[in-house]
């Protein structure tokens, strides 16, 4: 009998505050995880323009310098 009204009544909700710290901690999770993934999108584009900076110092150090023709007769 009481097998039959485990079916039939349904069971109390929890209490408010145990609702209200999950949604916190639920909303806590997703905001770190934001905040995670937008780090490494940060660093990955860091990464990318020092890479990209480096090859264009690269380049223009075995570029010959026109502007030092110039310098040559002031000094």
């Known amino acids: 009998m009481s097998e ?31 905040y995670r993934e937008e780090f490494e999108r940060h660093c990955q584009w860091y990464y990318m323009t020092a890479e990209r900076h480096r090859q264009e110092l690269k380049q223009m150090r075995s570029e010959l310098c026109i502007f030092s023709w110039f310098l040559r007769g002031r000094r």
Do not use: H
């Not at 609702?19 to 997703?30: H, K």
């Open 4 to 34: 039959e009204l485990r079916r039939i009544i349904p069971t109390p909700p929890p209490p408010a505050d145990e609702v209200f710290a999950v949604q916190q901690v639920s909303g806590e999770f997703y905001r770190e995880v934001q």
